[in-house]
């Protein structure tokens, strides 16, 4: 191998070969990288020194002036830096910021639906807006932390069927009380695993521990009432609402999908 290397160092093409490479190394090293060009044009800074003019309450000096348009300057050199070292990459503050502001571009203004097409969309999701029952129920409720919470759930079960509970004092360890709500104020309070038990209690007799994140709950569903059927004119406000939100994140959907097709995505596996 090193008789093979004093050949070739012997040979001229190939100390051209290494001269080369070194000149290419030096090259990339020391020749700086091609200038960006910021355009700063003349409306950009009108309406800069427009706001800072109306902030003052007077025209502008001269100077004020001459330092709005390098202040502006300053902060598209340093925006344009930072981009280049990939800082929005490192803060998960500014990646958020810069991903909802990505996805509020992708915004369109919404034609006005009209009244047909909204209670078209009420009637086709009507258990959004029904609920169609009222149930009341006792409810003793012990908090995560809480100190008195039973020992044994099966025997606790049977006092509160006795009606040998007694709640204590302070609420922090436990409280009991009556409530009437909405299977949607339910899942809204306790979470959907924890919701779902209880919506399926039988009535009349005690149920428990149901867990939710806020402790453990013991329930003695009292009342199932029916509830009316909400009108549509009741609920238009929430319809209008929710159709223009499912309508932009069809639209979002869609744009980022085109906006992918421009991208190769490679999922690295472990």
Known sequence: MNDLLRAMAREPTFHFLLLGILAFVVYTGLTPREAETIVVSSETLRGLEGQRA????????????ARIRSEFI???ILMREAYRRGLERRDSR??????????????????????????????????????????????????????????DDETFLVRLSRGEF??????????????????????????????????????????????SPLGAHYVKIIERRPLPEPTFDAMLAYVRADWELEQREEIRSRKIAEIGENYRIVVAED
């Open 54 to 65: 109306e902030i003052l309450g007077r025209p502008l000096t001269d100077e004020e002036r």
């Open 74 to 76: 300053e902060d598209e």
């Open 94 to 151: 500014v990646r958020d910021r810069l991903l909802a502001l990505m996805r509020g571009s992708l915004d369109e203004t919404l034609p006005d639906p009209g009244r047909h097409q909204l209670e078209v969309y009420f009637r086709e999701n009507l258990d959004r807006y029904w609920d169609r029952e009222s149930i009341t129920f006792v409810h003793v409720f012990f908090p995560s932390d809480s100190e008195a919470k039973p020992a």
């Open 166 to 211: 007694t709640p204590p004092a302070d609420p922090r360890s436990g409280i009991r009380e009556t409530r009437t709500a909405t299977p949607g104020e339910i899942r809204s309070a306790m979470g959907p695993e924890a919701s779902r038990r209880l919506l399926a209690a039988a009535s009349e007799s005690w149920d428990g521990p149901i867990v």
